[in-house]
């Protein structure tokens, strides 16, 4: 029965994939279908011999705490490193505040285990199962990304949509420069191939910026070798659904029956990939590289942003979650 289920999901993921891969619900359904293999693991062992399911039951007991460990001090390390190289705004902070609260649950359990505290099994239960509820989210959200970044990128675009990433005052940052040599590098690959797109370049102005994004964007550009001629600005866009809305109306205007290639960085590519279908955006986003220190932080407010997008279905899942942990804990 766990066979056929894991087979119907796959089918799903298959066919959803291949109809719209910019869904977040196919890497969701690629998540389910990894805990009903692990699931179905550990119950086949238990039927063979319940001695050798124990033990598999406390080696992935123990991977977990371990992994949970692990994780707290990377995420902790990292945390540190961001505040040191990026100051402490509130995205800086991600890293070390989730490992500091990864760190707090590890201890709650402790305290939860060995005091017998009622209120406190019931809070732990509750803890771990929303906190399991995110890291599955996040492993969805990872293991998509990947899959979504290795798609084929589709020729013959009749524009290249550049994403902004903020200014540091009027000069483009190595984030945001990164992403304009990727879309250089596909705009100059389109030409090679005898295509003639188009750079897009959208965001507006700042309130610690010195001009508009888009300008800024489109003077690195022209400094690269771009000629003026073949970049477009948006210039009023605030965050990545305006991006993609406001350059959707510029290219509808343009060019109706355009096909676009969106550029952006590589952590940020399953969400725009999500608000670029949202926006009826017909083109696939593709991402530039990232430094490596940058990515923990980034990655986390990716997931939190991306779970907003589905704010009812996340919220009755988290309750539900909660109520569930809390009953079984004070049943511990």
């Known amino acids: 029965m766990q066979a056929l289920l894991m087979a119907a999901l796959l089918a799903v993921v298959l066919l959803s994939r291949i109809q719209e891969p910019r869904r977040f619900g196919n890497g969701v359904l690629l998540g389910l279908i990894a805990v009903c293999a692990v699931l179905g693991t550990v119950s086949a062992v238990g039927h063979f011999s319940a001695p050798a399911a124990d033990a598999v039951t406390a080696a992935v007991a123990g991977a977990v705490w371990l992994s949970g460990l692990v994780a707290a001090a990377l995420l902790v390390a990292n945390g540190v490193t961001m505040v040191r190289r990026e100051g402490t705004r509130p995205a800086s902070l991600l890293a070390l505040l989730t490992g500091a609260g990864l760190l707090a649950l590890l201890a709650l359990l402790l305290s939860a285990t060995y005091l017998g505290v009622r209120e406190l ?32 990128v589709r020729p013959g675009a009749d524009y290249v949509v550049v994403l902004g990433a903020g200014l540091d005052g ?11 040599d990727r879309a250089l590098a596909l705009y100059r690959a389109e030409e090679a191939a005898g295509h003639a797109p188009l750079l897009l370049v959208t965001g507006g102005k700042g309130p610690d910026e010195g001009c508009t994004e888009a300008s800024a964007m489109a003077e690195h550009l022209v400094a690269h070798g771009c000629p003026r001629e073949r970049i477009r600005l948006e210039e009023k866009a605030t965050n990545t659904a305006e991006n993609l809305s406001f350059s959707r109306e510029l ?4 060019h109706p029956g355009y096909h676009c290639t969106v550029v952006t960085s590589s952590f940020h590519v399953l969400r725009s990939a999500i608000t670029t279908r949202r926006a009826g955006v017909p083109g696939q986003v593709v991402g530039a590289p990232t430094a490596g220190y940058y990515w923990p932080s980034a990655v986390l407010r990716e997931v939190v942003a991306t779970a907003l997008l589905y704010p009812r279905a996340n919220a009755a899942v988290l309750l539900l979650l909660a109520a569930a942990g809390a009953v079984a804990g004070l049943q511990w």
Do not use: I, K
Not at 125 to 136: D, H, P
Not at 170 to 180: C, D, G, N, T, Y
């Open 121 to 152: 099994r019931a809070a732990a239960g509750a803890a771990v199962l929303v906190g399991g509820y995110g890291a599955f989210l996040l492993l969805c959200f990872l293991g998509y990304t990947l899959l979504y970044r290795r798609l084929a």
């Open 170 to 180: 009027s000069e483009v940052p190595p984030l945001l420069a990164a992403r304009l």
């Open 251 to 254: 290219m509808e205007r343009e």
